[in-house]
Structures are given as C-alpha cells and as structure tokens.
C-alpha cells in the first residue's frame, strides 16, 4: 500500500523558530492529515486538507498541499518546548471511503530546544 | 470528550502465550483499527472493521486476528506471541466518510520474552 513519506526524519531547533516538516505521497487522495504524538503516546489529530485545497490553517499550524506533486508541508511557528513530539503526515486514499484506514508515513521527530 | 481506550499500557508476556489487546470506543464509530508502530517504520495496519463481526486484513495480518462482536469493542489476538511482535499497538476509531479524523487511543506497549 502506498505510504506518506515525511522529510526530515528528525529535526532540531530552538524554541520561537519556525519547524517545516515535508511529507510526500504515492496515490491521488481525498484528503491528508497531519497528528502529533508525544513520546510513548497515542496520535492526536492536527489538521485535515482536503484534495482540492491548497493551504489551511490552524493557530500555529500551516499546512500546504500540492496535489500535482503529491507533497505536503506543515509549518508550526514560533515554537514551544511543548512542541516536541513525533509529526506523522496520513494519507485517505481516493478509492477508500473512510473504512478502510488512514496511511501513515514514518514520522519526523522535532526537538524544541529551550 | 471523545474517548479510545485499550486495556492496557504497558504488557509483558511470555514467547508462545495468546494474548490479548482489547480497544474500546465510545463515540459510536463505524470503523476501528489496530496499527503496530516500531522505529524506523511508522505505523503499520494490521487489521481494520468496517461493521460488527467484519474484518479486513491490512498490511501486515499474519500472526494477529481480531474480534468485533460489539460495536464498540475491537480485540486484538496473537495466538502465539513471539519476540518479533514486541512492539507498540494503537487501536482507532474514525467515522465513515471521507474527511474525518481518526481517533488513538493511548497504544500498548508489548514485550514478549
């Protein structure tokens, strides 16, 4: 099955800078979600992006999406130390209707430095 | 506030005992999960239910089934348990639909020795 990709596996930055994590897809989508998990957690859903939308916001969140390249970005700004946490991009393929399970990419793990 | 909850955090069993994750749900969820998540791979779908008493396989099916006699309850079986299974296991609920969200529960971490 296809599967999100996210780019950088890790990041490290210091706290009030903007994070940038990418995530890349194989098939078309019905939309595209972004979750955070906290060490040893469960996800937390962030943000939906439907296929037809180009950006979407949400407090700190911004979130694009280039369909005709399959990419994705989430852009958290003015960081916090309690942004650290695991970012998982998934994937709600065109062909599925909900019941068939989101796909997960592998994750990038950011790191707020205080 | 919604809610997933699965039995138990943290479980240690022993190489060969059956073993037993239970997830429950209580926001009337048509769909539920069972993901494994291990370092470097991500989460991983083993098995998914659409309905009461339908499964689907996902990705990664062999050496897991699952039970769905009520809505609101998804088990999780290893028949065998081997070391190979260690790991995280997330169950999920989501509506049907195509934009919702899903709903995690807290995971299990398993270890088998």
């Known amino acids: 099955s296809q599967q999100g990709e996210e780019d950088p596996q890790a990041l490290s930055i210091q706290e009030g800078e903007n994070a940038t994590m990418n995530c890349s897809y194989k098939t078309s989508i019905n939309n595209l979600q972004w979750y955070r998990q906290n060490s040893g957690r469960g996800l937390v859903h962030l943000i939906l992006i439907r296929s037809n939308e180009r950006e979407k916001h949400s407090g700190r969140l911004r979130v694009t999406l280039d369909t005709s390249k399959k990419s994705s970005s989430l852009l958290i700004t003015a960081s916090r130390a309690a942004d650290t946490a695991s970012y998982f991009c998934?994937?709600?393929?065109?062909?599925?209707?909900?019941?068939?399970?989101?796909?997960f990419g592998k994750g990038t793990h950011l790191i707020i430095q205080p | 506030d919604v809610k997933v909850t699965q039995s138990s955090r943290y479980l240690v069993k022993r190489t060969g005992e059956k073993v037993f994750l239970e997830c429950v749900q209580d926001?009337?969820?048509?769909?539920m999960f069972w993901y494994r998540q291990d370092p470097g791979l991500g989460l991983r779908l083993i098995y998914f239910?659409?309905?009461?008493?339908?499964?689907e396989k996902g990705d990664i099916p062999e050496g897991y089934s699952v039970s769905r006699e009520k809505k609101e309850r998804f088990s999780l079986i290893l028949e065998s348990a081997s070391t190979n299974q260690t790991s995280m296991y997330l169950c999920?609920?989501?509506?049907?639909?195509?934009?919702?969200?899903?709903?995690f529960g807290q995971g299990t971490r398993l270890t088998v020795v």
């Open positions: 926001m009337d969820h048509e769909n």
């Open positions: 239910s659409y309905d009461v008493k339908m499964k």
């Open positions: 998934a994937t709600d393929e065109a062909s599925g209707g909900g019941a068939d399970g989101l796909t």
């Open positions: 999920a609920s989501r509506p049907t639909g195509v934009r919702t969200e899903a709903f």
